[in-house]
């Protein structure tokens, strides 16, 4: 199975008017794998459309944006798998913290695409291959007009409102959802498969709902609420609804489906650690939402901690229990970042590094291949904005002084190895040169050692191996050519 998203960013020629665009992508279309996603962004002058993408992984691709400054782009996503993609569209009539809303797309491997802004200013999409396909985008964004958010982050009811009062608003809006999909479809063909989608939606949505509060590992402990002994029936019942292969794209089926593991344990009696998790996932769910959820668990694990007593077991009954080929391969591929000894001396220069070959290095290599030269450190992450923002920058300068006594070198923060590696290409880093991801990330002994908590951040070294600044200025900041000046003439 092949399951991993690749973005490839094509430059287009200026186009003028939707029949021009049409007719490039339509002679494009006929070369194209049908696992591709193509969306080509229609963007005028003083227009800006702005794409989050989410894998299958739960991972987040960083901000792709488009404006009437550059020359049209297209976006191409490689995979098997649909995606879900959200908009933000921007009203300056509204107060300031209504001003930015979301629309939540669900797109499908082979989809070929306009992306363009209506008279409202709201992004749509438009299909060059089916009418059908049309209809349901447009659905979408008519929808968020009457009932407002759907999946983006203004959908989602405070933490503060009851439970009871939340599942209550939730089916409220549902019902409104589902009343305007019987009068759009009156008007407007839509497939089964989307109705589907809607349906299933919205009812993950009430239960989602329903246990956020009580199980959601996404929220601190002070925030939970204390879970009603008088629930334990009703979630029993709830089941039987995990049992849905076609709702594994719905992102609160998922979401629901792990907050029900959480209230499997408490309702044994158990410790919500990873061994009691991952038994109550295994033996209570079957198909994909199994795979998923053993997923999931070993996922958020070595996020926080691979190297914790009792996970190598896991990983061993994982990498047999979970049939999904590519699940196991995004583990085995990050397991590998948080499996960097530190050394027993607490040594920080001996902290772990990985190329995109897996070969590991340390940060004393490092170090010592850069000798009698300057090296400036830049710690950088995929998801991280103002990191993807300074890199232009730095490739002028690393142009700039080429030849010179100053490596570069970059090293991500990365949890995902795999945003790692898709980011380097997107963004113009060479894997071949100093580029590295760290093991351990944040928890690492060298980011501990120079308290680096936040990104961007930079590090120079001199030509004798000291530090010279732990939080040197940015690529666009002036005063850096300033200092690599006055560092080259001693």
């Not at 929808?143 to 439970?163: D, H, Y």
């Not at 939340?166 to 019902?175: F, I």
């Not at 170090?367 to 990191?387: G, M, R």
């Amino acid at each position: 199975m092949r399951q991993i998203i690749n973005f490839f960013i094509v430059i287009v020629f200026s186009c003028n008017s939707h029949s021009q665009s049409e007719s490039f992508l339509r002679n494009e279309i006929a070369f194209e794998a049908l696992q591709t996603i193509t969306i080509i962004n229609e963007v005028h002058k003083n227009e800006t459309i702005s794409w989050q993408i989410f894998d299958e992984y739960g991972d987040t691709a960083p901000p792709f944006e488009y404006n009437g400054q550059k020359s049209n782009l297209i976006l191409k996503i490689e995979t098997p798998h649909p995606v879900r993609a959200l908009t933000a569209d921007i009203n300056t009539n509204k107060p300031l913290l209504e001003m930015e809303s979301w629309t939540s797309f669900l797109i499908y491997p082979g989809d070929s695409l306009i992306a363009y802004k209506d008279a409202n200013g709201y992004t749509r999409l438009r299909s060059l291959k089916d009418n059908v396909r049309t209809n349901e985008l447009d659905f979408l964004v008519d929808l968020k007009q009457r009932v407002g958010e759907i999946e983006g982050p203004r959908a989602m009811f405070p933490i503060k409102f009851p439970v009871d009062k939340q599942v209550k608003l939730s089916k409220e809006r549902n019902e409104r959802i589902l009343e305007y999909l019987n009068i759009f479809e009156k008007k407007k063909t839509v497939s089964s498969r989307f109705k589907s989608y809607i349906m299933a939606l919205c009812k993950f949505d009430e239960i989602y709902y329903l246990e956020r509060d009580y199980f959601s590992p996404f929220i601190l402990e002070q925030y939970k609420k204390k879970f009603p002994i008088g629930l334990v029936s009703t979630y029993d019942n709830l089941s039987k609804d995990f049992e849905c292969d076609e709702c594994i794209y719905v992102n609160n089926y998922k979401n629901s489906s792990l907050f029900y593991v959480y209230f499997l344990c408490q309702k044994m009696g158990l410790k919500s650690d990873i061994s009691n998790l991952y038994a109550m996932a295994n033996k209570n769910f079957k198909g994909k939402i199994k795979d998923y959820l053993l997923f999931k668990i070993i996922k958020m694990k070595i996020e926080k901690n691979a190297q914790e007593d009792g996970v190598e077991p896991l990983l061993k009954r994982f990498y047999l229990d979970c049939k999904n080929d590519d699940y196991v391969k995004y583990i085995k591929n990050n397991v590998l970042l948080s499996d960097g000894k530190e050394p027993l001396q607490k040594d920080f220069m001996s902290s772990v590094l990985f190329k995109s070959n897996s070969k590991k290095y340390s940060l004393n290599y490092l170090l010592q291949s850069s000798k009698e030269k300057v090296l400036y450190i830049d710690f950088w992450a995929s998801w991280c904005s103002p990191c993807i923002a300074e890199m232009p920058a730095s490739h002028q300068l690393q142009q700039l002084y080429m030849g010179k006594e100053i490596n570069f070198a970059f090293i991500s923060l990365d949890k995902n190895r795999m945003a790692w590696e898709k980011s380097m290409t997107r963004i113009g880093i060479n894997p071949e040169n100093d580029s590295y991801i760290l093991a351990n990330n944040f928890e690492s002994t060298f980011a501990k050692h120079f308290k680096i908590s936040s990104i961007p951040r930079y590090i120079l070294i001199g030509k004798d191996g000291k530090v010279i600044s732990a939080d040197a200025p940015r690529p666009s900041d002036p005063k850096l050519r300033q200092i690599f000046d006055e560092l080259l003439k001693k």
